[in-house]
């Protein structure tokens, strides 16, 4: 063998140039593969750069408005939790100005119109006209406002009519990518195919949900009937198993689910067989997804039941996310499980009939994810074990690639944003798989078991110091480790700060970026009348 020592310097310079060209090719090459193989149609740098800072015209909130670091905030909502702690926390809480003008819509244009606080709904869009000019924080209860056919009839302009920058709001602009269930799979299937553009289909191969069908999307629809077919096919009414149940993409606590059973089976057959008629469907079909049944749950006391874990995403992009893994809990219901039950309420995890009784037994098994270990330790075995090997690593997993996925519509990239949300997972039977079920913004925190509303407390004085540490920090200064040792109920999850921006859970391969906004899939309905507004200033 030669020794190095006999080697030539200059063969090891040429060597070395030659390694470190090649590793840089490789690097490079990733965005050209998934260029060349998968093209996704996104925006200009310009529009980006308009997205984030977009020029307010004269007289807009935006262009009178100078940042303000003292701690003071308006809310658009009375009730809600956090209010009184902030309050007790040193926070002045602002009233609406008393009148201002609004855009609104009139014979299907937008108008600006005068309108009045002591008029206008407590929760409503023209009231974001109405913020105080000396507000460092916007909390609004909605994230966008709807019509009772939940059309969407937002008009405030994010960055122009409120949430200008250096001003707080506890929204993310782009959260609706995983908090409709109809546009997360969307997101999950681009992801998915940027993965495998990349020959990195390895990094993402099962879905995060179980598996599921978007009406909406004429194929699907068109897959979807096929599955229901062969299903009625093979069995008669009486023996109809329960694979498939019916979601609303839009709503959340159970409402809109629907039981595929032979009837309503055969009835969706008779609407949409024929390929072209799931090309037209009803309105009321146009917001729902088909998604397999969990037929084998694992129950508490031979019960249904899902668990919800807390997460925070307190910065867009670098992206900056939390969770908290000891202050969420079981939702139990209370009905026996039965598989093959026709009764709705035996298959979803809420308390229907309101009970007393009832509702103090399902106090008594609300349980964050160790004490839910603690109850299935027969099964398990090893608490420890079975959180740090099954629990964690495979929530931390579906989360992070929940973010991963849906973070190019974070499309507004820059300081200012942070949002609070209850994630849903439900449990097999043999305690080793976990599934996501739905991500809900503005999740109730209220703590219903008195000995446990110490968690509620650490949630809400988390996110205090948070909101506090934003305020008080340049996108420039940002450094979420100088925040992570004050939290005493949130852990980092996501901090793209830092040279591992996933802790370990993702191989570098697998931590390449997806944030190009694919414009081909829906924009956050919070984000449109900026996106209406920066289109018109482009054409």
């Known amino acids: 063998m030669v020794g190095l020592a ?3 310097v200059y063969s090891i310079v040429i060597l070395f140039g030659l390694w470190l060209f090649i590793s840089s090719k490789q690097k490079s090459n990733l965005e050209t593969k998934l260029e060349f193989k998968y093209s996704v149609p996104s925006i200009s740098k310009e529009k980006e750069y308009l997205l984030a800072y977009p020029q ?6 935006c262009s009178n408005w100078n940042p303000s670091f003292k701690k003071a905030f308006w809310s658009d909502s009375k009730g809600q939790k956090p209010i009184p ?3 007790g926390l040193g926070w002045d809480k602002l009233e609406s100005k008393p009148s201002g003008r609004a855009l609104k819509f009139k014979q299907n244009s937008l108008q600006w119109t005068e309108v009045n606080a002591n008029t206008s709904d407590r929760e409503s869009n023209e009231r974001l006209f109405l913020v105080p000019e000396d507000a460092s924080l916007i909390y609004t209860k909605r994230y966008f406002y709807s019509t009772p056919e939940k059309t969407n009839k937002q008009t405030a302009r994010i960055g122009i009519d409120y949430a200008c920058p250096n001003q707080m709001l506890n929204h993310i602009p782009g959260a609706s990518a995983y908090c409709r269930k109809d546009y997360l799979q969307r997101y999950l299937m681009d992801y998915q195919k940027r993965y495998k553009a990349l020959d990195l289909s390895h990094c993402y191969q099962e879905s995060l949900t179980p598996e599921s069908y978007i009406l909406s999307e004429p194929e699907h629809c068109i897959a979807f009937m096929e599955q229901l077919k062969q299903m009625v096919r093979t069995y008669d009414s009486e023996n109809f198993p329960l694979n498939w149940i019916l979601k609303s993409a839009v709503q959340h606590k159970g409402s809109g689910i629907k039981l595929v059973d032979y009837d309503l089976a055969v009835h969706y057959l008779k609407l949409y067989t024929r390929n072209t008629n799931c090309y037209n469907l009803l309105p009321e079909d146009s917001q729902l997804i088909a998604q397999k049944y969990i037929g084998n749950p694992a ?5 249904k039941f899902d668990f919800r874990v807390f997460v925070a995403v307190i910065n867009s992009d670098p992206l900056v996310a ?7 809990h079981s939702r139990v219901s209370d009905q026996i499980f039965n598989k093959t039950s026709k009764d709705f309420t035996t298959h979803i995890t809420a308390d229907v009939k309101g009970d007393p009784e009832v509702t103090k037994f399902l106090l008594r098994h609300r349980f964050n994810l160790k004490e839910l270990a603690l109850y299935f330790q027969d099964q398990i075995k090893d608490v420890d074990k079975w959180l740090n090997e099954v629990a964690y690593p495979q929530i931390k997993s579906i989360l992070i690639h929940m973010f991963r996925a849906t973070q190019q519509n974070f499309l507004v990239k820059r300081p200012g ?7 849903d997972f439900i449990l097999e039977d043999n305690m080793e798989k976990i599934y996501l079920l739905e991500s809900n913004r503005r999740p109730n925190v209220y703590e219903k078991k008195k000995e446990l509303r110490y968690r509620q407390n650490n949630l809400l004085y988390d996110m205090h110091l948070v909101t506090e540490y934003l305020l008080s920090k340049e996108v420039s200064e940002l450094d979420p480790e100088d925040l992570y040792w004050r939290l005493s109920s949130f852990e980092p999850l996501i901090d793209e700060t830092k040279p591992d921006p996933y802790f ?3 191989s570098h391969e697998c931590s390449v970026p997806f944030k190009d906004f694919n414009t081909e899939l829906p924009v956050d309905p919070m984000m449109e009348p900026l996106w209406n507004y920066v289109n018109e200033l482009n054409s």
């Not at 307010?56 to 909130?61: A, K, L, M, N, V």
């Not at 939390?322 to 969420?328: A, F, H, K, R, Y």
């Open 417 to 423: 944003f942070m949002e609070f949300y209850g994630v």
């Open 56 to 61: 307010p015209p004269p007289g807009t909130y």
């Open 299 to 303: 129950l508490i006391e031979g019960r």
């Open 504 to 506: 370990g859970m993702l």
């Open 6 to 8: 006999k080697v030539p």
């Open 322 to 328: 939390l969770w908290s893994p000891e202050s969420g």
């Open 85 to 87: 702690l902030m309050k």
